[in-house]
C-alpha cells in the first residue's frame, strides 16, 4: 500500500523545510528557494531565453554568504576576511565547512530552477579542487577571503585541441629566476572565466618532460596578461576560451608541482563529478510537476490525457526512474562522506552517479516530453529548458563512455570477491568531509573492495521483481567466470561498454535498495523500479548479443540472460495514483 512518507520524495518549494541539517544550513537552503520563487517564472525564463549573465544571483550569493558557508572546508574557515560587498554578511566561520550533504541539496535546487544557477556554482567547486588540495597555505588563505567576498572560481584544465588530456597540455611554463615562471598558453570550456578572481590553470614546465613538468597554478581572470577570448556556448553560462600571455605565475601562485599536479586534477574532477546527479534530479523533479499538471488537465476526444493507458505507463516510469535517481545519489552521499584511506568505494559509486543517474535523467524526461509533445517547445515553460539542459550533463566531467570503462575496472572485485566493512550509516551530520581534499594518488583502483552486494537484494527478497533482478545479477556473476571478454576482446571498447552497463545496473539496484530500506520505500514503488530495471537489463542484454565480437557462448548467455519482469496491473493502478496526485501540486510563481 501507498504511504505519505513516499509521496514527500520529490522536492516542492511549497512544502520544502531541510530540517534534518543544522539552523544555518536549512536557514541557507530555504532563503535560496525563496529567492528563485520571488523573482518568479518570468524572470527564471526570461533570463535563460536571453543569456542574462547570472549577477543578481551571484549578488545574493555574496549577500547570503551561501557559497563561502557551503564552499570552506572548516580548517580555511578562519581564514578569510571580512566581505567587502556592502550589505553582505557570510555567516560565522562555525557554519563554514565542506559537508557533501548539503552541497547535495543545493544542487538539486540550483538544477530545479535552472541548470545555468548550477553551472557556476559547479565550476566554482572544481575551481577550489586544486587549491584545497595545496599545501600552500597562502593560496588558500586567498581563496578563503574571494569566497567571503562573494567570487566565483574556474577550473582551468581543458583546451581546445586536446580536450582533457591533460598528458598533452599545451600552457607552457617557463621558468623565471626569482622561482616563478611565465605561462603562455590557452583553455578551453572553461566555465566562469569571464568572472572568477581565481582560476586553477593546469600546465607544464618548459624545462622538464613527463609527470614532472605538470603545474597547477592560480591565475586572476582581471590580470592584463589573461585576454578572455569568448563565451563558446550560447548560454547565460559563461564557458570560456581565454589566453595567457607571458602571464607572471609567482611561486606564491603555484598549487601543485610533478605528479602532484596530475593527481589534484583527477581527485578534483572526483569531487566535482559528483554535483551532476541531484543537478540532473532537480531539472527532472520540475519538468514533472509541468509535465504531469499540463498532461492532466488538458482534454483530448472528451478525455484528460492522463486517462490513456500509454500516457499512465509513461509517466509512471518516468516517476519511478526518477525515484531510483534520487535513492542512489542520496545512499552515494553516505559512502562519499565515509570514505577515507582504507575505504574507497566511493571511486566506483561516483562515476555512477556521473554516468547512470544523467542518463536516467535524459530518459525520464523523453518519457515525459512524449506526453506533453508540442508543449514541450512553448517558450515560457520551464520544460523547455529541462529538455535542452539535461543533455548535457552526461557529458560533463567525462563522457559516459569514460565513466562506464572507468567502472569496469570495480566489476571483478566487486561481484566475485567481496570484503568485510562496517555498515556505513545516513550520513547528514554536521560534519567536515576533509579526505576528499587528502585523497592521495589517484590509481590502484583495481584493488579497492566491496561490501558484498547480495546483503541489500536478499533484505528485499519478497519484492517479486527485486527477485527477479537478482536472477539477472546472479547470471552476470556467471558470465564474468565463464564468458567473460578475453585478451582479444577486451581491446574492443565497443563491447565492453555494453557490459559495462549490465555491470552498472547491478550497482544502481543495490543503492537503491539500501536506500529504499532507510528511508520506508513503499514496497509497491520499489516494486515498479526494479520492473524497469529487468526491462533494462534485458534491453542491454540483447544489444550484447548483437556486438560484431561476440563469441558464440556470450550470444546465448546474452539470451539466457533476459527476463520478463513480474506485472502486477493493480500495483502500477497504485503508484499512477502517487504520479496523478502531482497535478498541480507545484507551479512556479508568475
Known amino acids: 500500500m501507498t504511504d505519505n512518507k513516499t509521496d514527500q520524495l520529490l522536492f516542492n518549494p511549497r512544502t520544502y523545510d531541510p530540517a534534518h541539517f543544522d539552523p544555518e544550513t536549512r536557514r541557507l537552503l530555504r532563503a535560496t528557494v525563496d529567492w528563485f520563487e520571488e523573482r518568479g517564472k518570468k524572470k527564471l525564463v526570461e533570463d535563460y531565453r536571453t543569456r542574462a549573465w547570472l549577477a543578481d544571483f551571484l549578488a545574493f550569493s555574496a549577500k547570503e554568504g551561501l557559497f563561502a558557508t557551503f564552499l570552506t572546508p572548516a580548517a580555511e574557515a578562519g581564514a578569510g576576511a571580512a566581505p567587502a560587498a556592502t550589505g553582505s554578511a557570510p555567516s560565522a566561520t562555525g557554519d563554514k565547512r565542506w559537508d557533501t550533504a548539503r552541497i547535495a541539496a543545493l544542487n538539486e535546487i540550483f538544477g530545479f530552477y535552472g541548470l545555468d544557477y548550477w553551472y557556476a556554482w559547479q565550476v566554482t567547486i572544481l575551481g577550489l579542487g586544486p587549491v ?22 574556474a577550473f582551468g584544465l581543458s583546451e581546445k585541441t586536446h580536450g582533457a588530456d591533460i598528458y598533452s597540455t599545451d600552457m607552457v611554463l617557463t621558468p623565471e629566476a626569482d622561482g616563478g615562471f611565465r605561462a603562455t598558453g590557452s583553455k578551453y570550456y572553461i566555465g566562469n572565466g569571464n568572472e572568477a578572481a581565481l582560476v586553477s590553470v593546469f600546465g607544464r614546465r618548459s624545462d622538464l618532460e613527463g609527470p614532472d613538468a605538470y603545474v597547477f597554478f592560480a591565475a586572476d581572470s582581471r590580470h592584463p596578461a589573461y585576454r578572455l577570448v569568448k563565451n563558446v556556448v550560447d548560454s547565460s553560462k559563461y564557458v570560456s576560451e581565454f589566453r595567457l600571455e607571458d602571464y607572471p605565475v609567482r611561486a606564491a601562485d603555484v598549487l601543485h608541482t610533478g605528479r602532484a599536479a596530475f593527481d589534484a586534477a583527477l581527485n578534483t574532477v572526483n569531487v566535482g563529478k559528483f554535483n551532476l546527479c541531484t543537478a540532473s534530479v532537480g531539472i527532472c523533479e520540475h519538468a514533472m510537476y509541468e509535465a504531469v499538471t499540463h498532461a492532466h488537465s488538458r482534454i483530448l476526444y472528451g478525455r484528460p490525457v492522463t486517462a490513456f493507458p500509454h500516457v499512465r505507463r509513461e509517466l509512471t516510469d518516468a516517476y519511478a526512474r526518477l525515484v531510483g535517481m534520487k535513492l542512489f545519489s542520496d545512499r552515494a552521499v553516505d559512502y562519499f562522506r565515509t570514505a577515507g584511506p582504507e575505504d574507497r568505494r566511493y571511486l566506483l559509486f561516483n562515476p555512477m552517479t556521473k554516468m547512470k543517474v544523467t542518463t536516467e535523467g535524459e530518459k ?36 559516459v563512455h569514460v565513466n562506464l570503462a572507468l567502472i569496469l575496472k570495480f566489476m571483478g572485485n566487486y561481484l566475485l570477491d567481496p570484503a568485510e566493512y562496517a555498515p556505513v550509516p545516513t550520513r547528514l551530520d554536521a560534519a ?12 590502484g583502483l583495481g584493488a579497492i573492495r566491496f561490501h558484498d552486494w547480495r546483503t541489500a537484494y536478499d533484505a528485499q527478497a519478497a519484492v517479486p521483481n527485486v527477485a527477479r533482478f537478482r536472477e539477472q545479477a546472479d547470471a552476470l556473476c556467471a558470465f564474468v567466470t565463464t564468458a567473460a571478454p578475453d585478451k582479444e576482446q577486451s581491446k574492443d571498447l565497443d563491447l565492453l561498454l555494453a557490459v559495462g552497463q549490465l555491470f552498472a545496473l547491478v550497482v544502481y539496484g543495490q543503492l537503491i535498495l539500501e536506500q529504499a530500506e532507510r528511508t520506508g520505500l513503499d514496497s509497491e514503488v520499489l516494486d515498479e523500479l526494479f520492473a524497469i530495471l529487468v526491462r533494462d537489463f534485458s534491453a542491454h542484454a540483447v544489444e550484447l548479443h548483437g556486438k560484431d565480437s561476440a563469441t558464440e557462448v556470450q550470444q546465448q548467455w546474452a539470451l539466457g540472460a533476459v527476463r520478463r519482469p513480474v506485472t502486477d496491473a493493480e500495483r502500477s493502478a497504485r503508484v499512477w495514483t502517487r504520479v496523478e496526485a502531482l497535478a498541480g501540486a507545484y507551479e512556479m510563481k508568475p
Request: glycine share 8%; no cysteine; net charge negative.
Open 132 to 153: 584545497w588540495q595545496s599545501d600552500n597555505a597562502e593560496a588558500r588563505a586567498r581563496a578563503a577571503e574571494l569566497l567571503d567576498q562573494g567570487e566565483v572560481f
Open 364 to 399: 525520464v524526461v523523453d518519457l515525459m516530453w512524449d506526453v506533453i509533445a508540442a508543449k514541450g517547445f512553448e517558450k515560457d515553460t520551464y520544460f523547455a529548458q529541462a529538455a535542452s539542459e539535461i543533455r548535457g550533463l552526461p557529458k560533463l566531467e567525462g563522457t
Open 432 to 443: 567536515d568531509d576533509a579526505f576528499l581534499f587528502q585523497q592521495g594518488p589517484a590509481r
